[in-house]
Nanobody, 123 residues
Framework: QEQLVESGGTLVQSGGSLRLACVAS????????MAWYRRAPGKQRELVAE???????TYAEAMKGRCTIFKANAKNPLYLDMSSLKPEDTADYYC?????????????????WGQGTLVTVSS
């Protein structure tokens, strides 16, 4: 079964730091990008940060300078380091992987979402 499992979400005080981790298992397609998304209460899901298989990272404006997405190698977890956290960063954080299937599946686009991990930032 293809799955992404997040961990690291917890209650943290405003100004604090946190590391989220995402472990992939059973992935049968070639991953070309992974990302962290979040959904705050009453809001739509939004991109936090994305990293390509080549290591190129992009960040949402709201998180630039306050987070780092990284992955040591193909077999290591995906991480998201966040600092200077604010109450408005409170959200469920989701891991996401996108890629392409093999020739037997016509190289179609594939994607997997994790179940999310809750980050709560207290004021």
């Amino acid at each position: 079964q293809e799955q992404l499992v997040e961990s690291g979400g917890t209650l943290v005080q405003s100004g604090g730091s946190l590391r989220l981790a995402c472990v992939a298992s059973g992935i049968s397609f070639h991953i070309y990008a992974m990302a962290w998304y979040r959904r705050a209460p009453g809001k739509q899901r939004e991109l936090v940060a994305e990293i390509t298989s080549g290591g190129s990272a992009t960040y949402a404006e709201a998180m630039k300078g306050r987070c780092t997405i990284f992955k040591a190698n193909a077999k290591n977890p995906l991480y998201l380091d966040m600092s200077s956290l604010k109450p408005e960063d409170t959200a469920d954080y989701y891991c996401y992987a996108a890629g392409t299937a093999g020739e037997d599946e016509g190289y179609r686009r594939r994607e997997v979402w994790g179940q999310g991990t809750l980050v709560t930032v207290s004021s």
